[in-house]
Every structure is written in structure tokens, then in C-alpha cells.
């Protein structure tokens, strides 16, 4: 069983930075593919970044470039660097994780944290 907690959300102006946390508990952390979703209101989950277990990464279209997904196996971590951040960046963001490789859909993840909120103003 894995645990996740994200943490680092907030409000920020367009333009700006964020950095998103997820710790995670268990000893199998390193063998985990750990992924960014993030919801909008009245929109569907939508996926953002992924880190397979052996460090290859993946991103949505809307935030390469911008986005970069990291993770600390010996603190447990995943991490969501945000730059340059816009408008249409704010959702609730959760972190997700799966064994070994990622995905891109949000029913192939088998643990969820409770969700950050992130609001970008104008």
C-alpha cells in the first residue's frame, strides 16, 4: 500500500512559479512510475507529467517546456516544477502512482493523494 500527500500549491500571478510536492510512504517507491493529473472544474482529469521508475519522462503538450517532473527516491518525492504559469494552469493537481511505467490515463494509477489546489490570477 502506498500513501501520497502533495503539497506546494497556492495562488500565484500569471508569469510566475510554483512547486509542487508528493510524498509518498512505503519502501517501493523507486520501483513506481508517479505521474501529474490535474482537474479544473467541470472538466474532465487531465494528465500532465510522468516519471517512469527508471526516469524517463513524458508531458502534456499544454505545459512542455514549462513543466518539468523530477523524483527523489531517497526522500520519496516526486516533484512538479512550474514555470512561466498561465491562466488556464489552474486546477486541483494530484499526484498518481502506478508499478514501473506510466500512462496517461487516470484509471491506469492504482494510488491518488488528496489533490493541491493551484490558482493562477490574471
Known amino acids: 500500500q502506498v500513501q501520497l500527500v502533495e503539497s506546494g500549491g497556492g495562488l500565484v500571478q500569471a508569469g510566475g512559479y510554483l512547486r509542487l510536492a508528493c510524498a509518498a510512504s512505503?519502501?517501493?517507491?523507486?520501483?513506481?512510475?508517479m505521474a501529474w493529473f490535474r482537474q479544473a472544474p467541470g472538466k474532465e482529469r487531465e494528465f500532465v507529467a510522468a516519471?517512469?521508475?527508471?526516469?524517463?519522462?513524458l508531458y502534456a503538450d499544454s505545459v512542455k517546456g514549462r513543466f518539468t517532473i523530477s523524483r527523489d527516491n531517497a526522500k520519496n518525492t516526486v516533484y512538479l516544477q512550474m514555470n512561466s504559469l498561465k491562466p488556464e494552469d489552474t486546477a486541483v493537481y494530484y499526484c498518481?502512482?502506478?508499478?514501473?511505467?506510466?500512462?496517461?490515463?487516470?484509471?491506469?494509477?492504482?494510488?491518488w493523494g488528496q489533490g493541491t489546489q493551484v490558482t493562477v490570477s490574471s
Open positions: 516519471i517512469s521508475w527508471r526516469d524517463f519522462t
Open positions: 498518481a502512482g502506478r508499478p514501473f511505467v506510466y500512462a496517461t490515463n487516470h484509471h491506469d494509477y492504482d494510488y
Open positions: 512505503g519502501r517501493t517507491f523507486s520501483t513506481y512510475a
